[in-house]
């Protein structure tokens, strides 16, 4: 009886997961649907400039993720493998770049480069761009990485190291090989994210595919052109897919000792710590520091009286919250079939499914946002412009950070366990309520906050599929540029309380997916150990997404 | 709150969903009530602007308004038939003139298109201008003085400019090519296209048109005139700003006029009530009334359109030596988006 009923609600879950991401698909579905043509797209081509901009697109996805991957696993070694003081404060800083939306922080590096070197033109070039880009965007590499360091087998460094006693044999032979599938699934964020930025880079005056597409619409109106371009857009993000897939790779390592591991040895940083501790500290200012600045200019501005409407900042926070909660929600419900799926039943067809959630991911989110107008208007007219279809939205374009982190989380429990729970009587709900849910919870919160904080920094869908009338906080922000510059005195307490709202959920982030950073190297006792299921994770598979 | 023990966090988490969403729905489904009609205005442009009028309007007469922002051609094609959208408010002529030449306009009433200065509205009468722009040229006078400033916006390509200015591939830009076309003929707005990318920087928008100018990165740049009110109402006074506005001295494309428009949807519901409101935006005792008269940050200096109402800010329209020009034409400004896009001179 129990096994035919186990294979039935294995089928619904496969079935859910497949329609989960046909749903997904819906979108692309519609560029087909309401043409493209390679004509278009052969047209775009015929001027210089699109060459150019294709060409640019695959430098700075190249070039901003391996920055990226540099801070970001940079970062994760200070906080977890070095006696870097305060782990756990640097950790929430190092992650802190989230809760800033990229044209915010974008048009901030612009201004401050204009108030005090307007000749330089750093910010508004190539490389200066690229960083600033990667400052946003490195938590995405960061986080999985510390996750994934914490997991590393330290018996198996011990054993390179006293072979090869340099620190940085341990490090090229041991860290960086586990480290692969974490920094593959950040680099996925990342680059997916670069691919799909429009505000960002038009304020740091970057031409991409992506501005070409929004141009096209937004400037010329030619949303033929556009749709057309949008479909060379969802082949780079397939490359990027396929790459990543190849930088994951088949690398396992091998235990050198089953069971629990140990806290693993924290490079001394002797007389480095002062120098250390600037540099952990220049990253998070650098990427923050210049919206703060602007923030705090605005907020003083002694020469102009702007009469702040409370009320209004105090209603679009709320709706904010509301949207970031509900698409959290939904999300990681939605997520679930998915990445159960994938974890448990390891296939061509879940991988195939597990993939295709990101495809949507990369399409401009203007160009979703229409599809769903299209769709919306004509097959469920009475949700059109409410908050139910604004929070599909959200729920097909962040999706893919749910699955990503509740991969995560999975990753620590194992099949095994529901066997052997199921061998001793227990119901499969039973199991999942008392074994793998506790196992997996971090890599769900994480997943389900970091939804949330990207509900709550989106604009471009926002500002299409909002109900009438209503506002957020990054629509209100936007609201305030006038003349398409951020007025920053108008702007300053959208961006203040955008800023405030961020930092509990990054906080909680940092706190769910890094139980053990901030556990000195000899604090940890056998009996605190034995409390934590998650002392016994199997290496590296927890960061195999 | 501790979310140690998983299904107490399942259940906090459920319900605390349920009562956020309910929440939101119940937000957004308030709107209709027993005073007036209810008029969606989809708009592209200053929110603030749109807030304002429509506001004072529902004071004055109990109408009220679903307001969508940040509206575009786009989104009321993908509509289709069933559009919600009853008024266009555009910021720039362009997006009011595509949907009146894609035949999704009704015709303005005569009354309300005669309450606005000839040639801002469309010469179809498909949608009556309610507030307009100049295009202007900045410049910043410890870089470069007034007397040493090109007589017209043609001379700007001349040697002596090389490297001085900024411009941006705006609408604005794209406003002025199709117009030279028009009028000059391709082969020679080339030559002037090809001599602003030789002389100019681009810098991508015209509000960086602005802060580079201001903050002493060129000597002048290619702009329109409000962004640089908008700034100054920043700064707290035009007197607290380095850079000046520059008007060309004779009837020149420098000086180029361009309207924000408000047209009326054919699929609207509310034909009678549209053009009412539409009436009350022209007329010089109430909307544009607000327009002359509103603070920076709400009217963004924008031009009032009536004859004999000025902007208490940037002075009066008839002031501003700009050309006539069809701006229906706007809707199929191809040509101009070709040769811009050819020259590596297009946005995005």
């Given at each position: 009886m129990s096994r035919r009923r186990h294979r039935g609600a294995r089928s619904v879950i496969a079935f859910s997961a497949i329609a989960v991401a046909g749903v997904s698909l819906v979108p692309v579905g519609y560029l087909f649907l309401t043409g493209i043509s390679l004509q278009d797209i052969r047209k775009q081509f015929r001027y210089p400039a699109t060459g150019a901009a294709l060409l640019q697109t695959i430098e700075l996805t190249v070039?901003?993720?391996?920055?990226?991957?540099?801070?970001?696993?940079?970062?994760?070694?200070?906080?977890?493998?070095?006696?870097?003081?305060?782990?756990?404060?640097?950790?929430?800083?190092?992650?802190?770049?989230?809760?800033?939306p990229g044209f915010v922080s974008a048009y901030?590096?612009?201004?401050?480069?204009?108030?005090?070197?307007?000749?330089?033109?750093?910010?508004?070039?190539?490389?200066?761009?690229?960083?600033?880009?990667?400052?946003?965007?490195?938590?995405?590499?960061?986080?999985?990485?510390?996750?994934?360091?914490?997991?590393?087998?330290?018996?198996?460094?011990?054993?390179?190291?006293?072979?090869?006693?340099?620190?940085v044999s341990v490090l090229w032979r041991v860290i960086l090989p586990a480290l692969r599938p974490a920094i593959a699934a950040g680099v996925?964020?990342?680059?997916?994210?670069?691919?799909?930025?429009?505000?960002?880079?038009?304020?740091?005056?970057?031409?991409?595919?992506?501005?070409?597409i929004m141009a096209e619409m937004l400037d010329y109106g030619d949303y033929r052109s556009a749709r057309s371009l949008s479909v060379l857009l969802?082949?780079?993000?397939?490359?990027?897919?396929?790459?990543?897939?190849?930088?994951?790779?088949?690398?396992?390592?091998?235990?050198?000792?089953?069971?629990?591991?140990?806290?693993p040895q924290r490079a001394s940083l002797g007389r480095l710590r002062i120098p250390t501790i600037a540099v952990g500290l220049a990253v998070p200012l650098a990427a923050i520091g210049p919206t703060a600045l602007m923030t705090l200019r605005g907020l003083t501005n002694s020469d102009r009286k702007v009469s702040v409407d409370w009320s209004t900042v105090g209603r679009a926070s709320s709706t904010t919250l509301g949207y970031a909660v509900a698409a959290a929600l939904v999300a990681t419900a939605v997520a679930l079939p998915v990445s159960w799926w994938v974890n448990r039943r390891p296939s061509f067809a879940s991988n195939l499914t597990e993939r295709t959630v990101w495809v949507a991911h990369a399409i401009p989110s203007a160009i979703l946002a229409l599809a769903l107008v299209y769709l919306a208007i004509r097959l469920?007219?009475?949700?059109?412009?409410t908050s139910t279809v604004l929070i599909a939205a959200y729920v097909i374009l962040f999706l893919p950070l749910a699955v990503a982190y509740q991969r995560v989380g999975l990753g620590a429990t194992r099949r095994s366990y529901d066997e052997i729970a199921a061998s001793l009587g227990a119901r499969p709900g039973r199991t999942f309520f008392r074994i793998t849910l506790?196992?997996?919870?971090?890599?769900?919160?994480?997943?389900?906050l970091l939804v949330g904080l990207d509900v709550s920094k989106e604009l471009t869908t926002t500002l299409i599929l909002i109900p009438y009338n209503a506002k957020t906080l990054s629509t209100q922000l936007w609201a305030t540029t006038n003349g398409e510059s951020l007025d920053f005195t108008a702007a300053a307490p959208y961006a203040a309380m955008l800023v405030l709202l961020g930092i509990p959920p990054v906080y909680l982030l940092v706190r769910h997916v890094l139980r053990q950073v901030d556990v000195a190297p000899d604090a940890i006792t056998p009996s605190r150990a034995d409390k934590r299921p998650r002392a016994v994770q199997p290496p590296l598979q927890t960061a195999d997404f | 709150m501790k979310l140690g023990n998983p299904r107490r966090a399942v259940v906090v988490a459920l319900t605390l969903g349920l009562a956020v969403s309910l929440a939101a729905c119940g937000s957004s489904s308030g709107g209709n009530d027993a005073g007036g009609a209810t008029l969606t205005v989809y708009t592209d442009?200053?929110?603030?602007?749109?807030?304002?009028?429509?506001?004072?309007?529902?004071?004055?007469t109990g109408v009220k308004f679903k307001i969508q922002n940040s509206a575009t051609v786009g989104q009321i094609q993908a509509e289709g038939r069933a559009s919600r959208a009853d008024i266009f408010l555009s910021e720039d002529p362009t997006s009011v003139a595509e949907l009146g030449a894609a035949g999704l306009l009704s015709t303005v009433e005569k009354s309300t298109l005669d309450q606005v200065r000839p040639g801002l509205s469309s010469g179809k009468g498909l949608w009556v201008a309610y507030a307009a722009r100049s295009r202007v040229l900045y410049y910043n006078p410890k870089l470069i003085s007034a007397d040493q400033l090109p007589a017209n916006l043609a001379d700007i390509i001349e040697p002596q400019y090389k490297g001085k200015f900024a411009w941006a591939p705006s609408g604005a830009f794209v406003a002025t090519t199709q117009y030279l076309i028009s009028t000059e003929g391709e082969a020679k707005t080339k030559t002037f296209l090809e001599g602003i990318k030789a002389n100019g920087v681009n810098e991508q928008t015209n509000g960086n048109v602005r802060d580079t100018v201001e903050a002493g990165k060129h000597a002048m740049g290619l702009s329109n005139h409000y962004y640089w009110w908008v700034l100054a109402a920043q700064k707290g006074g035009p007197d607290k700003l380095t850079s000046k506005i520059y008007h060309f001295p004779s009837v020149d494309a420098g000086n180029l006029?361009?309207?924000?428009?408000?047209?009326?949807?054919?699929?609207?519901?509310?034909?009678?009530?549209d053009q009412k409101f539409l009436a009350w935006l022209t007329s010089k005792d109430s909307g544009q009334k607000l327009i002359a008269t509103a603070s920076a940050d709400v009217s963004e200096a924008q031009y009032p359109v009536a004859p004999g109402v000025s902007s208490a800010i940037a002075g009066d329209l008839s002031e501003i030596k700009s050309p006539q020009f069809d701006m229906d034409e706007l809707a199929n400004a191809e040509q101009a988006e070709d040769l811009l896009k050819q020259l590596g001179m297009s946005s995005g």
């Amino acid at each position: 009886m129990s096994r035919r009923r186990h294979r039935g609600a294995r089928s619904v879950i496969a079935f859910s997961a497949i329609a989960v991401a046909g749903v997904s698909l819906v979108p692309v579905g519609y560029l087909f649907l309401t043409g493209i043509s390679l004509q278009d797209i052969r047209k775009q081509f015929r001027y210089p400039a699109t060459g150019a901009a294709l060409l640019q697109t695959i430098e700075l996805t190249v070039l901003i993720s391996v920055l990226t991957v540099v801070l970001g696993v940079g970062c994760a070694l200070l906080v977890a493998r070095t006696t870097l003081p305060f782990p756990r404060l640097f950790t929430v800083l190092f992650a802190l770049p989230l809760a800033v939306p990229g044209f915010v922080s974008a048009y901030a590096d612009y201004s401050t480069e204009l108030t005090y070197a307007p000749k330089l033109g750093v910010v508004t070039s190539f490389g200066g761009a690229s960083l600033i880009m990667a400052l946003t965007l490195y938590p995405y590499v960061f986080l999985p990485c510390v996750v994934a360091l914490r997991t590393v087998d330290p018996a198996l460094e011990e054993v390179v190291a006293s072979l090869r006693p340099r620190r940085v044999s341990v490090l090229w032979r041991v860290i960086l090989p586990a480290l692969r599938p974490a920094i593959a699934a950040g680099v996925l964020i990342v680059a997916l994210h670069v691919l799909a930025e429009y505000g960002g880079m038009v304020q740091l005056e970057r031409s991409t595919l992506t501005t070409k597409i929004m141009a096209e619409m937004l400037d010329y109106g030619d949303y033929r052109s556009a749709r057309s371009l949008s479909v060379l857009l969802m082949v780079l993000s397939i490359a990027v897919l396929l790459a990543t897939r190849l930088l994951t790779g088949p690398s396992r390592l091998n235990y050198v000792t089953h069971g629990s591991t140990r806290p693993p040895q924290r490079a001394s940083l002797g007389r480095l710590r002062i120098p250390t501790i600037a540099v952990g500290l220049a990253v998070p200012l650098a990427a923050i520091g210049p919206t703060a600045l602007m923030t705090l200019r605005g907020l003083t501005n002694s020469d102009r009286k702007v009469s702040v409407d409370w009320s209004t900042v105090g209603r679009a926070s709320s709706t904010t919250l509301g949207y970031a909660v509900a698409a959290a929600l939904v999300a990681t419900a939605v997520a679930l079939p998915v990445s159960w799926w994938v974890n448990r039943r390891p296939s061509f067809a879940s991988n195939l499914t597990e993939r295709t959630v990101w495809v949507a991911h990369a399409i401009p989110s203007a160009i979703l946002a229409l599809a769903l107008v299209y769709l919306a208007i004509r097959l469920v007219p009475a949700l059109y412009k409410t908050s139910t279809v604004l929070i599909a939205a959200y729920v097909i374009l962040f999706l893919p950070l749910a699955v990503a982190y509740q991969r995560v989380g999975l990753g620590a429990t194992r099949r095994s366990y529901d066997e052997i729970a199921a061998s001793l009587g227990a119901r499969p709900g039973r199991t999942f309520f008392r074994i793998t849910l506790p196992l997996a919870l971090p890599g769900f919160i994480a997943g389900a906050l970091l939804v949330g904080l990207d509900v709550s920094k989106e604009l471009t869908t926002t500002l299409i599929l909002i109900p009438y009338n209503a506002k957020t906080l990054s629509t209100q922000l936007w609201a305030t540029t006038n003349g398409e510059s951020l007025d920053f005195t108008a702007a300053a307490p959208y961006a203040a309380m955008l800023v405030l709202l961020g930092i509990p959920p990054v906080y909680l982030l940092v706190r769910h997916v890094l139980r053990q950073v901030d556990v000195a190297p000899d604090a940890i006792t056998p009996s605190r150990a034995d409390k934590r299921p998650r002392a016994v994770q199997p290496p590296l598979q927890t960061a195999d997404f | 709150m501790k979310l140690g023990n998983p299904r107490r966090a399942v259940v906090v988490a459920l319900t605390l969903g349920l009562a956020v969403s309910l929440a939101a729905c119940g937000s957004s489904s308030g709107g209709n009530d027993a005073g007036g009609a209810t008029l969606t205005v989809y708009t592209d442009q200053h929110a603030d602007l749109v807030k304002a009028l429509t506001d004072q309007y529902s004071k004055q007469t109990g109408v009220k308004f679903k307001i969508q922002n940040s509206a575009t051609v786009g989104q009321i094609q993908a509509e289709g038939r069933a559009s919600r959208a009853d008024i266009f408010l555009s910021e720039d002529p362009t997006s009011v003139a595509e949907l009146g030449a894609a035949g999704l306009l009704s015709t303005v009433e005569k009354s309300t298109l005669d309450q606005v200065r000839p040639g801002l509205s469309s010469g179809k009468g498909l949608w009556v201008a309610y507030a307009a722009r100049s295009r202007v040229l900045y410049y910043n006078p410890k870089l470069i003085s007034a007397d040493q400033l090109p007589a017209n916006l043609a001379d700007i390509i001349e040697p002596q400019y090389k490297g001085k200015f900024a411009w941006a591939p705006s609408g604005a830009f794209v406003a002025t090519t199709q117009y030279l076309i028009s009028t000059e003929g391709e082969a020679k707005t080339k030559t002037f296209l090809e001599g602003i990318k030789a002389n100019g920087v681009n810098e991508q928008t015209n509000g960086n048109v602005r802060d580079t100018v201001e903050a002493g990165k060129h000597a002048m740049g290619l702009s329109n005139h409000y962004y640089w009110w908008v700034l100054a109402a920043q700064k707290g006074g035009p007197d607290k700003l380095t850079s000046k506005i520059y008007h060309f001295p004779s009837v020149d494309a420098g000086n180029l006029i361009l309207s924000s428009g408000a047209g009326i949807l054919k699929a609207s519901k509310h034909q009678d009530q549209d053009q009412k409101f539409l009436a009350w935006l022209t007329s010089k005792d109430s909307g544009q009334k607000l327009i002359a008269t509103a603070s920076a940050d709400v009217s963004e200096a924008q031009y009032p359109v009536a004859p004999g109402v000025s902007s208490a800010i940037a002075g009066d329209l008839s002031e501003i030596k700009s050309p006539q020009f069809d701006m229906d034409e706007l809707a199929n400004a191809e040509q101009a988006e070709d040769l811009l896009k050819q020259l590596g001179m297009s946005s995005g």
